[in-house]
C-alpha cells in the first residue's frame, strides 16, 4: 500500500509542487519520493532559486524548507530504500534511467519527462495516484504478503503485533521469509503474539531456519491475551492495522471471507510500540531473541 514516487528536483520551480511534496508523501500519505537525499535537494534548490516566475516570498518558503529536510533527521518525505542506494548517477534525469532499470516507480512527478504525471494529473485524482485508506484482500497468504510487500522492500525493522499470529505452522509468515530470500532489506523482526510455542527456539530452527537462507535478527514476544486489541504490521517507513489480524482462512461464502487492512497513523504505531518496549523492560513479558 506504500508507493515509491520519484519526483523531479525540478518540479520546485513551481509553487503548487512544494504544496505536494509538504501535504502528500510521508508516513501516514502512503508514499515517498525516493531519491537520495542531498543530491535531490541540491537540484530542488538550485531551481527554485532560478526560477523566474517565483517572487522573493515563495522562494524562500521552498529553500526554507529544503534546508530544514535536509538537517532534520526524521523528515519522512524523502526516503533511499536499502536495495536501490548503490546506483549513482550525475544528475536526476540519469539517475531516473537507471533505477527504472533496477525496478519502475509506482509514479514518476515531472514536467520533462514522456508519460510522466503531472500537477494537472494528480489534482485531477489520476489512478497512479490514488491510495485508498483501506485494502481488501483474501485470506490467502499470498494475498495478505503482496499488501506488505512494499514496505518489505524498503525495509527497516519491522514488528508484528497479531495476538493470534502464531510462530508455527504459519503460511503468511513463511510467505514473509519467502519474500525476503529476494529482498533482503528487513534488518529484524519482532513478532508480538498471545501464542506461545512448547519449544520456541526449535520450532524456529525447524520451519526458518533450516529452511531459509536469509534470516534477519528475530525477536518473539509473548504477552498475555487480549493485551492488544488491533493488529498491526510496521517499520519506520509505514504501518498497516487490521482488526481481523493477518491470518489466513478459508472462504466461507460470507462477507468476512476478506481482511480489511488500513494504514496506520505512525502516533497509535508509536504508543503500541512504546507499550512492547515497556512490558519487555518491566519484565512482565516474555521476550526470546531466536536469531
Known amino acids: 500500500?506504500?508507493?515509491?514516487?520519484?519526483?523531479?528536483?525540478?518540479?520546485?520551480?513551481?509553487?503548487?509542487?512544494?504544496?505536494?511534496?509538504?501535504?502528500?508523501?510521508?508516513?501516514?500519505?502512503?508514499?515517498?519520493?525516493?531519491?537520495?537525499?542531498?543530491?535531490?535537494?541540491?537540484e530542488a534548490y538550485q531551481a527554485a532559486k532560478s526560477a523566474e516566475d517565483l517572487g522573493p516570498v515563495k522562494k524562500k518558503s521552498i529553500t526554507n524548507?529544503?534546508?530544514?529536510l535536509l538537517k532534520d533527521k526524521s523528515q519522512d518525505k524523502i526516503i533511499m530504500p536499502r536495495y536501490r542506494s548503490h546506483?549513482?548517477?550525475?544528475?536526476?534525469?540519469?539517475w531516473l534511467e537507471h533505477q527504472r532499470a533496477l525496478r519502475p516507480f509506482n509514479s514518476v512527478?515531472?514536467?520533462?519527462?514522456?508519460?510522466?504525471?503531472?500537477?494537472?494529473?494528480?489534482?485531477?485524482?489520476?489512478?497512479?495516484w490514488v491510495i485508498p485508506p483501506t485494502k481488501r484482500v483474501d485470506k490467502t497468504a499470498e494475498s495478505i504478503v503482496e499488501v506488505f510487500s512494499s514496505l518489505l522492500r524498503i525495509g527497516g525493522n519491522l514488528v508484528i503485533i497479531d495476538q493470534y499470529f502464531s510462530l508455527a505452522s504459519n503460511p503468511?509468515?513463511?510467505?514473509?521469509?519467502?519474500?525476503l530470500q529476494t529482498n533482503q532489506n528487513v534488518l529484524s523482526i519482532t513478532l508480538v503474539t498471545s501464542i506461545d510455542a512448547a519449544d520456541p527456539a526449535a520450532v524456529f530452527e525447524r520451519e526458518y531456519k533450516e529452511e531459509y537462507a536469509f534470516i534477519p535478527k528475530f525477536n518473539l514476544v509473548?504477552?498475555?491475551?487480549?493485551?492488544?486489541?488491533?493488529?498491526?504490521?510496521?517499520?519506520?517507513?509505514?504501518?498497516?492495522?487490521?482488526?481481523q489480524g493477518f491470518i489466513v482462512g478459508a472462504a466461507l461464502g460470507a462477507q468476512a471471507?476478506?481482511?480489511?487492512?488500513?494504514?496506520?497513523?505512525?502516533?497509535?504505531?508509536?504508543?503500541?510500540?512504546?507499550?512492547?518496549?515497556?512490558v519487555i523492560a518491566d519484565g512482565r513479558v516474555s521476550l526470546k531473541v531466536l536469531s
Open 1 to 42: 500500500m506504500y508507493q515509491e514516487v520519484s519526483l523531479d528536483p525540478h518540479c520546485l520551480s513551481e509553487f503548487h509542487y512544494y504544496g505536494l511534496l509538504k501535504s502528500n508523501f510521508g508516513y501516514e500519505a502512503g508514499r515517498y519520493a525516493v531519491a537520495p537525499l542531498r543530491d535531490w535537494i541540491k
Open 87 to 94: 546506483i549513482s548517477a550525475v544528475d536526476w534525469l540519469d
Open 257 to 278: 471471507d476478506k481482511l480489511s487492512i488500513n494504514l496506520c497513523g505512525k502516533d497509535e504505531c508509536l504508543d503500541a510500540h512504546s507499550w512492547v518496549k515497556q
Open 172 to 179: 503468511v509468515l513463511k510467505a514473509i521469509f519467502n519474500f
Open 65 to 68: 524548507f529544503l534546508n530544514s
Open 222 to 243: 509473548i504477552v498475555p491475551s487480549k493485551f492488544f486489541h488491533d493488529r498491526y504490521f510496521f517499520t519506520e517507513y509505514g504501518a498497516l492495522k487490521s482488526g
Open 109 to 128: 512527478i515531472s514536467e520533462r519527462v514522456g508519460s510522466a504525471l503531472s500537477y494537472e494529473e494528480i489534482i485531477a485524482g489520476h489512478q497512479c
